[in-house]
């Protein structure tokens, strides 16, 4: 298990590609059980209630797999789907644990600091990192270039952010 949090890392560290994960559907449940049951906390920050965090991390969870089978499938790479959809899970949970604590911090300070604070700045810092990431593994997983790569990491950053915000902050 600590060899397979060293491929995560290494992964976010752009060392290692999806290529080295196992292609296991033991591992690729296990890194999406992670990655929602973090992303609750991450989305309990900023929505009211565990019961609606909980529906926006599964909306997250199954966005990321649906959309991560759609890209492979669109390139006839549906094969690499398992160590693909595992590595944007295993390192997205991850992210995710570093961003925790910054959120708490953000939401605590945010009614008495200026809207620009320290928080913010890394909130934002790791969301590029985390956007570089996604490029690298998608580049991997796609066999394509790291440009169409960070494309589709922005898109698909884009379109989580939008569903979420869509779906659970102007709802709410």
Same mark, same amino acid.
């Not at 992303?39 to 599964?58: C, E, G």
């Not at 911090?105 to 008495?112: G, K, L, P, T």
């Given at each position: 298990?600590?060899? =397979?949090?060293?491929? !995560?890392?290494?992964?976010?560290? *752009?060392?290692?590609?999806?290529?080295?994960?196992?292609?296991? &559907?033991?591992?690729?449940?296990?890194?999406?059980?992670? !990655?929602?049951? =973090?992303?609750?906390?991450?989305? &309990?920050? #900023?929505?009211?209630? !565990?019961?609606?965090?909980?529906?926006?991390?599964?909306?997250?969870?199954?966005?990321?797999?649906?959309? +991560?089978?759609?890209? *492979?499938?669109?390139?006839?790479? %549906?094969?690499?789907?398992?160590?693909?959809? +595992?590595?944007?899970?295993?390192?997205?949970? #991850?992210?995710?644990?570093?961003?925790?604590?910054?959120?708490?911090?953000? &939401?605590?300070?945010?009614? $008495?600091?200026?809207?620009?604070?320290?928080?913010?700045?890394?909130? *934002?810092?790791?969301?590029?990192?985390? =956007?570089?990431?996604?490029? /690298?593994?998608?580049? /991997?997983?796609? %066999?394509? $270039?790291?440009?169409?790569?960070?494309? *589709?990491? =922005?898109?698909?950053?884009?379109? %989580?952010? +939008?569903?979420?915000?869509?779906?659970?902050?102007?709802?709410?």
């Amino acid at each position: 298990m600590l060899r =397979v949090i060293q491929i !995560y890392w290494n992964i976010c560290m *752009l060392r290692a590609g999806p290529q080295d994960l196992p292609a296991s &559907h033991v591992l690729l449940a296990a890194a999406l059980l992670a !990655y929602a049951a =973090v992303a609750v906390l991450i989305a &309990h920050t #900023i929505l009211p209630n !565990y019961s609606a965090a909980a529906l926006a991390a599964a909306v997250d969870t199954l966005l990321l797999a649906v959309l +991560s089978r759609g890209l *492979l499938w669109a390139r006839m790479l %549906t094969k690499r789907w398992n160590q693909t959809c +595992s590595a944007l899970a295993g390192t997205g949970c #991850i992210f995710e644990i570093i961003l925790w604590p910054i959120n708490i911090w953000q &939401h605590a300070i945010s009614n $008495s600091e200026p809207r620009f604070s320290l928080p913010l700045v890394l909130v *934002l810092t790791i969301l590029v990192w985390n =956007v570089a990431v996604i490029a /690298h593994i998608l580049r /991997h997983a796609l %066999t394509t $270039s790291l440009f169409n790569g960070a494309l *589709l990491a =922005v898109l698909y950053t884009y379109v %989580t952010i +939008s569903a979420f915000r869509g779906l659970f902050i102007a709802a709410g």
